[in-house]
Nanobody
């Protein structure tokens, strides 16, 4: 059983920055691929970013490339999402997810992840 707890959301003006954190339980966190997803009001959950178990491979959706950075600290069982130059369209509830089945390339599909956090809300005002 893996528990994920996100933090760091809030209200920010367009152009501002936030850093989301996701703290994970479990002794084998360093073997998990991790992902960030978001869901805006009235929309489906979408992929934002993912990182491999080692941190050596990262993937981003096109709309956040160059603005968001995913990273992890396996010693702290934590994955981060640094969000810069935020835009109103980034407003959503952000979820972190863990894939405990080993995989080389972190997946973009939500179906590939087996544990989810409760989400943290990010609101970007214009």
């Amino acid at each position: 059983q893996v528990q994920l707890v996100e933090s760091g959301g809030g209200l920010v003006q367009a152009g501002g920055s936030l850093r989301l954190s996701c703290a994970a339980s479990g002794r084998t966190f360093s073997s998990y691929a991790m992902g960030w997803f978001r869901q805006a009001p009235g929309k489906e959950r979408e992929f934002v970013a993912a990182i491999s178990w080692s941190g050596g491979t990262t993937r981003y959706t096109d709309s956040v490339k160059g603005r968001f950075t995913i990273s992890r600290d396996n010693a702290k069982n934590t994955v981060y999402l640094q969000m810069n130059n935020l835009k109103p369209e980034d407003t959503a509830v952000y979820y972190c997810a863990a894939r405990t089945v080993p995989i080389l390339v972190p997946p973009q599909s939500s179906a590939a992840y087996d544990y989810w956090g409760q989400g943290t809300r990010v609101t970007v005002s214009s």
